[in-house]
């Protein structure tokens, strides 16, 4: 009984974990999304947007 308890914590332990995970790409992407919204013209801005994509793509 102990065992199966221990199993399911773990279970909901890495599922609470994948969801925040995915709910901070969510919010990166909002966030550069914003920032191209709101600054189309810099070229600083957008190398930040590619280096922040690659980061993703590599945490992915």
């Known amino acids: 009984m102990m065992m199966v308890m221990m199993v399911m914590m773990m279970m909901v332990l890495i599922v ?11 919010v990166m992407m909002v966030m550069m999304i914003m920032m191209m919204m709101m600054t189309t013209t810099t070229s600083t801005t957008t190398t930040m947007m590619i280096l922040l994509m690659l980061m993703v793509w590599w945490w992915w």
Request: hydrophobic share 100%.
């Open 16 to 26: 609470m974990v994948m969801v925040v995970v995915v709910v901070m790409m969510m």
